[in-house]
């Protein structure tokens, strides 16, 4: 796609933001916050005309949303409506908990959704807000070199004890959120509609653990545990791998590769 007139990128401050500002940064890129742009409300007057808008902005607390579904809702629907009116071509980023797990293989784009929480409820509804313009990619376990997510926090906590306690009864695809925004690049020459992007590859979080440590020369343990011994308050897919079933999806490196990555750029 040409970007003649720039790319307009919503949560801008999230990790995915951040690699998405980069990868676009040849073109003109808006990049908006929260601060810019709170998306529960309607669009601010004065946006330029864009080429795409990468609508990255999203209530994100998978937890959270159990106890706040209403405002959970307001930021992953109520936004993705607001996105929908600038009218332009769109991405919007949807998630593999819109799957239920039980599929005892890898999902396809073909395979119907069935949300376990209110997170994962939410992300379907956006969906259906995008509207017909836009691209939806459904992505899994993303991780990158800003914000909170799984593998710097390992690395912290790895750094402070000899032992971590990680679920071993979830299997995903971990997503470096720089191969994911090089393939949303690729994305803009192919048809609008659902696709599949996460990294090659899966594993469980205790394993993805043990790779963090392994690639960043921690000497702590992994002691694996069962989801239910969490008691976290948002039911999770325990098998929630996607893959694309259609043939000219863009296709992400291995998500070991983009963990040395991303260890790499954190100095870990
Ligand atoms: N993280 C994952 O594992 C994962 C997996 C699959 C799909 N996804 C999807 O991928 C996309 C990007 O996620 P991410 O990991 O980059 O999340 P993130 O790091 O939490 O970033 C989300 C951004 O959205 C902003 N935001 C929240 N509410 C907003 C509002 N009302 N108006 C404007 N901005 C708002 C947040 O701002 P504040 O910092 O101010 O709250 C944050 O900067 C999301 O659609 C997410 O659902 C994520």
């Not at 936004?79 to 908990?97: C, I, K, M, N, R």
């Not at 609008?192 to 440590?213: K, N, P, Q, S, Y």
């Amino acid at each position: 796609m040409e970007l003649s007139r720039g790319v307009l990128v919503t949560g801008a401050a999230g990790q995915l933001g951040a690699a998405l500002r980069e990868e676009f940064a040849p073109a003109n890129v808006i990049a908006l916050t929260r601060a810019d742009w709170d998306v529960t409300l309607p669009p601010p007057r004065d946006l330029p005309a864009v080429d795409v808008v990468l609508h990255a902005a999203a209530w994100t607390d998978v937890d959270g949303a159990e106890a706040s579904p209403q405002e959970a809702a307001a930021v992953n629907v109520g936004g993705t409506l607001h996105v929908a009116e600038l009218d332009s071509p769109l991405v919007v980023f949807s998630t593999d908990y819109v799957f239920d797990g039980r599929k005892g293989e890898p999902y396809v784009e073909s395979d119907a959704p069935n949300p376990l929480s209110v997170y994962g409820r939410t992300k379907l509804q956006a969906e259906g807000a995008a509207g017909e313009n836009a691209w939806i990619v459904r992505t899994s376990w993303l991780f990158g070199w800003t914000s909170a997510n799984f593998v710097r926090t390992m690395l912290r906590l790895g750094a402070e004890r000899d032992e971590v306690a990680v679920v071993d009864d979830q299997r995903g695809s971990p997503t470096y959120v720089g191969h994911l925004a090089s393939a949303v690049g690729e994305l803009l020459d192919r048809p609008r509609g659902v696709w599949h992007l996460a990294a090659d590859g899966d594993c469980t979080w205790a394993e993805f653990a043990e790779a963090i440590f392994d690639e960043s020369g921690l000497s702590c343990r992994v002691r694996p545990i069962k989801t239910d011994e969490l008691g976290r308050p948002a039911p999770r897919p325990s098998n929630s791998v996607l893959r694309s079933e259609r043939p000219d999806a863009p296709r992400l490196p291995h998500w070991r590769e983009g963990l040395r990555t991303c260890l790499e750029r954190l100095g870990a």
